[in-house]
């Protein structure tokens, strides 16, 4: 059941909530901020290797799915905080199955990163073995 005291806002008002809501998650979470490090990482590479199309697709995808993961993980936390202080099973399962989560979507852009980037990198140290 809908909440009836909050009320349906105007679009330009919910974009502003969603821009606080990552400025906050970006404040208040390292391991989020970790993972636009590694998101730029994986971009400049990207970019020097000039990947394909299809490349970005897939990099594009696997980064999303680690950044929602990882905000859907702090939500979880934040609410099972705001539940309880003291430990309750339950609360430990939320978190660590949240946890969980962030984990399959980073191991999966690392497999994902190594499948997409491998390639570029075998043929650039080829290239620079030619070279010599």
């Known amino acids: 059941m809908k909440n009836f005291y909050y009320q349906n806002v105007r679009f330009g008002k919910s974009f502003h909530h969603a821009i606080d809501g990552l400025k906050s998650i970006f404040r208040d979470e390292?391991?989020?901020r970790l993972d636009l490090f590694f998101t730029a990482v994986a971009v400049i590479v990207g970019l020097i290797f000039k990947i394909s199309h299809s490349d970005w697709i897939a990099i594009s995808l696997v980064i999303s799915m680690v950044l929602i993961s990882e905000t859907i993980n702090s939500?979880?936390?934040?609410i099972c905080d705001t539940v309880s202080s003291?430990?309750?099973v339950n609360i430990k399962y939320a978190k660590d199955v949240s946890a969980g989560a962030v984990l399959v979507s980073?191991?999966?852009s690392i497999i994902t990163g190594l499948i997409v980037f491998l390639p570029y990198l075998i043929a650039f140290?080829?290239?620079i073995g030619d070279l010599f």
């Open 86 to 88: 003291e430990y309750k």
């Open 30 to 32: 390292r391991n989020f």
């Open 125 to 127: 140290i080829k290239e």
């Open 106 to 108: 980073a191991t999966v």
């Open 75 to 78: 939500v979880i936390e934040a």
